[in-house]
């Protein structure tokens, strides 16, 4: 092991999140160190399913002043988007600053949980020879993402046949025999569906709650992409985009099982991006079922007191926020829900850790992690500028955030008062300075 060398700044993980992040300390020239634990950038995006595409349009689904390629369809499919990640790599030369193959173990604060990060932190690494190293650096910023660990119901009984999460699902070789249960109705619970039924698979989709479906368009364009609806506040677009599903999708009820949501807005409920889930379903390739009570062999018996036969089960239950590599006790959580400040940066009882990604404001996500690691930028110059305490100052100013899917609009307002804060504060600063010159002078 090394011993410990003063270092300024980390990045863990080099994703679209830490490329992102790399890139704009980069743009503010600030130097910083990344890992990432694979040989490769693009995170989850080379290991995700084949049936995977954006659900959001290629247009506005992109990094700051990097479009995607005009020849990409609206709606990219999942190596089209790994490829534009990788040449984001490769434009910006940001690979030559990415540490491969080594994975950050640890993240300790400096002089203890009591110092909670205001000295600093000591991270230690692995890389894939076995070789560890140790570096100390002035704050890190975190960046690997929320769809690591995967999250599997505990369920009474055993099942016999074969039990796949949806980050562990390649495509339909996967499945075993010809009768397939998916557990969870979200974005990757459709797509996982759909996938199997149009491969004449017998589908059925467990939903334990309604949700809004909506189109991926209108009128033949991507939904974000309808200009005329920037006229209307987010309130009246929620209620215009119901209705335009009303209109071309209809009601849950008109689908034979499906439960219509308890909630009567987008804000507060949960819209899922797909309708070739619906357009199954009325082709009697995928039946709704409710949720599951236990297993019997290969028999899954429901809520509702039914029972169904099957060979493979696939859970698109979504994943638990990982931060492996700090102590569970440096982190605040609500339940399993890290406990957030200012846009979701800024982790709550800690000072110079900073978190890329960690909230996914619906809609495109990509441009989310540049906005962060923007305003990380100007938190970080502020910092080498003598306001130590700024975390906590944050954390004291904005209300905590402890959910990842949030609505984007709010999320957007409060990112521009965070922009508006430290502005103010980095002009304090230089008035300070320049007073303080003057006076010397």
């Known amino acids: 092991m090394t011993s410990p060398n003063k270092k300024k700044y980390a990045i863990i993980g080099a994703g679209a999140a830490g490329l992102s992040a790399l890139a704009q300390l980069h743009a ?52 089209q988007v790994r490829d534009y990640i990788s040449s984001y790599a490769d434009e910006f030369g940001l690979r030559e600053h990415i540490t491969f193959d080594t994975a950050v173990e640890t993240v300790d604060p400096i002089g203890g949980a009591e110092a909670a990060g205001r000295r600093g932190w000591r991270v230690r690494t692995r890389n894939s020879a076995g070789e560890t190293t140790e570096n100390e650096y002035e704050a890190v910023l975190v960046a690997n993402g929320h769809l690591r660990d995967p999250k599997i119901p505990q369920v009474e009984g055993t099942f016999v046949g074969k039990q796949l999460h949806s980050s562990q699902y390649a495509n339909t070789d996967d499945i075993e025999g010809r009768r397939v249960l998916v557990v969870g109705a979200g974005n990757s619970g459709c797509d996982l569906a759909v996938d199997a039924a149009q491969h004449r698979f017998d589908v059925d989709i467990v939903v334990r709650k309604g949700v809004f479906f909506q189109p991926k368009t209108y009128f033949g364009r991507p939904r974000q992409m309808l200009e005329w609806m920037n006229q209307f506040t987010p309130e009246e677009q929620d209620f215009i985009s119901r209705m335009l599903a009303k209109v071309s999708l209809g009601d849950n009820s008109e689908y034979p099982g ?20 619906l357009y199954w379903i ?71 850790l900073y978190y890329i990604g960690l909230i996914a404001p619906r809609g495109p996500q990509i441009p989310i992690y540049g906005m962060q690691a923007k305003l990380v930028a100007k938190m970080l ?48 600063q230089e008035s300070r300075t320049e007073a303080t010159t003057g006076a010397r002078a």
């Not at 439960?259 to 889930?277: C, H, I, K, Q, R």
């Not at 899954?300 to 089960?313: A, K, L, P, Q, R």
Request: proline share 7%; aromatic share 10%.
């Open 282 to 352: 009325h082709h009697g390739r995928i039946a709704v079922c409710p949720g599951v009570d236990r297993f019997d062999g290969n028999t899954v018996h429901f809520t509702d007191g039914t029972s169904g036969e099957y060979d493979t089960i696939l859970y698109a239950t979504g994943f638990h926020p990982s931060l492996p590599f700090l102590d569970d006790g440096l982190v605040e959580k609500d339940g399993t829900m890290p406990v957030k400040h200012a846009a979701g940066i800024i982790p709550a009882g800690l000072d110079n």
């Open 381 to 428: 110059r502020l910092r080498e500028a003598g306001d130590v305490a700024l975390s906590e100052f944050l954390a004291g100013r904005f209300e905590p955030e402890t959910g990842i899917d949030i609505v984007r609009a709010p999320w957007l307002h409060e990112l521009a008062e965070v922009e508006t804060v430290l502005d103010s504060l980095a002009f304090a």
């Open 258 to 277: 499906l439960p219509s949501p308890a909630e009567s807005t987008l804000a507060d409920g949960y819209a899922v991006v797909n309708d070739l889930l």
């Open 28 to 79: 503010a020239g600030i130097d910083a160190d990344c890992f990432e634990k694979s040989d490769r950038v693009a995170g989850h995006w080379n290991t995700d399913y084949e049936a995977l595409h954006l659900i959001t349009a290629r247009d506005q689904t992109h990094f700051e002043c990097f479009p995607m390629p005009d020849d990409y369809p609206h709606f990219p499919r999942r190596d």
